[in-house]
């Protein structure tokens, strides 16, 4: 009797070259778009095993399509019968196509028969359609890209539209690169928007710039400075909590003080390290969880750049455009009033305490201020000034201080930040 044959699943061709790394940016928009995570969170896992070049390529092209994805979708859609639904491996595999072709410079032919191939078992020849039919049609974006609706709609109505239209002009184009110096400095080509700060152009190689290596600044975007600014310099101590990835650490440490850095994700501390070995700089680094952790005696002085959304941060992380709902907003918002009356504690009588989040959600903002001080009469807002802020950026009535898309437009424009200083009495 014949013993029965069995077959081996079929294995998948090895991909042919250039579709590694859209089968990476791939993996990395469904990551983003439909469990949430963040980009660069997410791109370990999905660029594992290729080379540099790729591994860059792969969120080259995963970034451009998340900045460009609702007029990418609305491509897609003038050329179907029937939408195709927002999780379907085919838009996926167009939006990824598309971009490359429209946006990235990338040749049609090289751009679709990359990406073919991630279809294969599935609708090939509407993808090949889908994309020839646009590309005939001479398909263009728009100059400015256009917001997810829920964005849109909740940051109308929160700033207004001058404030949607300016979020729109940010994200159309790369940020500038800022760098925050230890003593007053500048490189080549560079202006400055506050004392210890420099701004190039996007795209600049950072090792190669003078000062990189004897440790003289590092990169940090102008608003992002901010909360350390209104601390000021002084010799006593300082807690830094959420430190990671440092920057304001290391302006605390250049500023004169005895700084504590603390935050509860070590691979994130790892940089710190490295920026502070670099510069010449030190503080004490502490990995901990701040619900849980406390510091053996209150200082003279706390910052608190507590966990946020991130929206603030959209023109260089356009995933948060996409994966931040107002669930997480008010899950980030509770967090933030944990910390920020476990921070309180931590405050010796007479020292400051800085509150800040890179979020343009006022829930993670401005909402704070009365529940907290109506908790905390021990304290109350410190107004910041003109001369401790960028030209340009002035304090709101109430002291505090809010960045918004637009500010500082002509010059390069600013992340989205809110910060609050208050003193203990």
Request: glycine share 8%.
């Given at each position: 009797m014949a013993r029965p044959t069995t077959r081996r699943p079929a294995e998948r061709e090895p991909d042919a070259p250039g579709v590694p790394a859209r089968r990476a940016a791939l993996k990395l928009l469904d990551a983003v778009l439909r469990r949430g995570l963040a980009l660069e969170q997410a791109l370990d896992s999905a660029a594992q095993g290729l080379a540099p070049n790729d591994r860059g390529l792969a969120h080259a092209i995963a970034a451009e399509a998340l900045r460009r994805l609702p007029d990418l979708d609305a491509l897609i859609d003038s050329a179907t019968r029937q939408r195709l639904p927002d999780d379907a491996k085919a838009r996926f595999a167009l939006r990824i196509a598309l971009v490359q072709a429209i946006a990235l410079g990338t040749p049609g032919h090289a751009a679709i028969s990359t990406v073919l191939p991630l279809v294969d078992g599935g609708p090939r020849k509407l993808v090949h359609g889908v994309f020839g039919?646009?590309?005939?049609?001479?398909?263009?974006?728009?100059?400015?890209?256009?917001?997810?609706?829920?964005?849109?709609?909740?940051?109308?109505?929160?700033?207004?539209?001058?404030?949607?239209?300016?979020?729109?002009?940010?994200?159309?184009?790369?940020?500038?690169?800022?760098?925050?110096?230890?003593?007053?400095?500048?490189?080549?080509?560079?202006?400055?928007?506050?004392?210890?700060?420099?701004?190039?152009?996007?795209?600049?190689?950072?090792?190669?710039?003078?000062?990189?290596?004897?440790?003289?600044?590092?990169?940090?975007?102008?608003?992002?400075?901010?909360?350390?600014?209104?601390?000021?310099?002084?010799?006593?101590?300082?807690l830094d909590l959420c430190a990671a990835p440092g920057g304001k650490t290391l302006q605390l440490a250049a500023a004169g003080w005895q700084v504590t850095a603390v935050d509860v994700a070590e691979n994130r501390l790892a940089r710190l390290r490295e920026?502070?070995?670099?510069?010449?700089?030190?503080?004490?680094?502490?990995?901990?969880?701040?619900?849980?952790?406390?510091?053996?005696?209150?200082?003279?002085?706390?910052?608190?750049?507590?966990?946020?959304?991130?929206?603030?941060?959209?023109?260089?992380?356009?995933?948060?455009?996409?994966?931040?709902?107002?669930?997480?907003?008010?899950?980030?918002?509770e967090l933030q009033a944990k910390l920020l009356d476990r921070a309180a504690a931590w405050v010796k009588p007479g020292g400051t305490l800085v509150f800040a989040t890179c979020s343009l959600e006022p829930k993670e903002g401005e909402a704070h201020l009365a529940p907290f001080l109506a908790a905390h009469p021990e304290f109350a807002l410190v107004a910041a000034t003109a001369d401790e802020l960028p030209a340009g950026i002035a304090p709101r009535e109430d002291g505090s201080v809010r960045v918004l898309p637009g500010m500082l437009a002509d010059q390069g424009g600013l992340d989205g930040f809110f910060i609050a200083r208050f003193r203990r009495r």
């Open positions: 039919t646009l590309m005939r049609g001479n398909a263009t974006l728009p100059d400015l890209p256009m917001l997810p609706d829920p964005v849109a709609l909740r940051w109308q109505a929160q700033w207004g539209d001058a404030v949607v239209q300016a979020a729109c002009e940010a994200i159309a184009s790369p940020p500038p690169l800022d760098l925050s110096f230890k003593t007053e400095g500048s490189v080549p080509g560079a202006t400055s928007l506050a004392p210890r700060h420099a701004r190039l152009e996007p795209g600049t190689s950072v090792p190669e710039l003078p000062g990189f290596a004897e440790g003289e600044w590092w990169v940090q975007d102008l608003a992002a400075s901010i909360p350390a600014r209104l601390i000021g310099a002084g010799t006593g101590t300082v920026n502070l070995e670099r510069t010449g700089l030190s503080a004490q680094i502490v990995t901990a969880d701040l619900l849980t952790w406390s510091p053996a005696a209150p200082a003279d002085a706390v910052l608190l750049d507590a966990p946020c959304s991130a929206t603030g941060i959209f023109r260089r992380h356009p995933d948060v455009l996409h994966r931040v709902r107002p669930s997480l907003i008010a899950e980030m918002a």
